[in-house]
């Protein structure tokens, strides 16, 4: 790592810039989350392969650069928080968008004072120079056009090239990298030759029960145990299903219900009731009865359940 690395790194407050060919760069700040992952421990321990050093078989030095694949809610970014933080604290997210420019994913320029250009690094180049970790989250949300500027990097060349700095970046030794992605409709194709560099896939699926129980339990610590078996219980019913109903529409509703609860004096039940049925649908809410058996069969797919989705709105929700 270069001097200017090591200081960026070891002083990420008081110190943020490094100069790379003469261009001097202001690095992002790392991220952090207030939640650790609970969940498969096959999952954690394959994106923990990924990523480990094998100075031992040089053939096998570079990291790989894994994708990361699940339904929206299912804690794809916190597994790859979680485990990213135990390489390093220098852990960055960079949210991808369907309008993110290869500029936005590298380098910056910005007009201070003086109308003087000042460039800043992107979480992703940052992470690059410090030697970090960066998750890019959604990552099937960026046309094709971005993709192709990080060709270089998720080989063995590891570089990227900034036109707008007019740089090359090399990536330090110790740089990771993961992608996280959405099974959903609302999703660029990746090109074939990206999804190529980007292996292996490592999949996020629903939680069991227990861990079911424990994702709600950690985000919500201090929760009524009526809610969190009542909530656990529905989600398990929706997973059985294959329903789009997430970990994190389950925290959402247990937060909504127990401010029901305080605010407007609904018991319990009543507030499970509405706020599942305010934050998911009305069609959905009907798996809080355990009884209930929807008449579509055995098994909804999920591209049937985004129907319903489209089609039921949440109470409130407008036109």
């Known amino acids: 790592m270069s001097k200017a690395s090591d200081s960026a790194a070891s002083h990420p407050e008081s110190n943020r810039t490094v100069m790379v ?15 650790m992952a609970v969940g498969s421990e096959s999952t954690k321990n394959q994106l923990r392969a990924c990523w480990l050093a094998r100075p031992d078989h040089p053939e096998q030095e570079l990291a790989l650069s894994p994708r990361i694949l699940g339904q929206p809610g299912v804690g794809k970014t916190t597994v790859a928080f979680t485990i990213a933080k135990e390489f390093t604290e220098r852990v960055y997210i960079f949210q991808c968008t369907s309008d993110t420019r290869p500029e936005d994913l590298l380098v910056m320029p910005v007009v201070g004072s003086g109308q003087t250009i000042r460039y800043h690094a992107s979480a992703l180049t940052s992470a690059m120079l410090t030697g970090g970790i960066c998750i890019l989250d959604e990552g099937n949300r960026m046309s094709e056009k971005s993709w192709a500027s990080l060709a270089p990097l998720l080989d063995s060349r590891r570089y990227v090239e900034s036109i707008v700095a007019g740089i090359k970046l ?87 219900a127990e401010r029901l609860v305080s605010g407007t004096g609904l018991s319990i039940a009543e507030a499970i009731q509405q706020s599942t049925e305010q934050i998911v649908g009305e069609d959905f809410a009907q798996f809080l009865d355990p009884t209930y058996q929807p008449q579509q069969g055995p098994s909804l797919s999920y591209a049937d359940a985004e129907f319903l989705l489209t089609r039921f709105k949440p109470r409130g929700s407008g036109n």
């Open 21 to 35: 060919d003469g261009v001097e760069l202001r690095l992002a700040l790392p991220d952090s989350m207030p939640i």
């Open 170 to 256: 090399h990536a330090h030794p110790d740089f990771r990298l993961c992608v996280t992605m959405n099974d959903d409709s609302s999703t660029y194709e990746v090109p074939e030759y990206i999804l190529s560099r980007l292996q292996p896939q490592i999949r996020v699926g629903f939680p069991s029960a227990e861990e079911e129980r424990e994702i709600l339990k950690v985000n919500l610590p201090y929760a009524d145990e009526e809610l969190l078996k009542m909530v656990s219980e529905f989600l398990g019913r929706c997973h059985q299903y294959d329903l789009p109903v997430s970990s994190r529409d389950g925290v959402h509703i247990i937060r909504f």
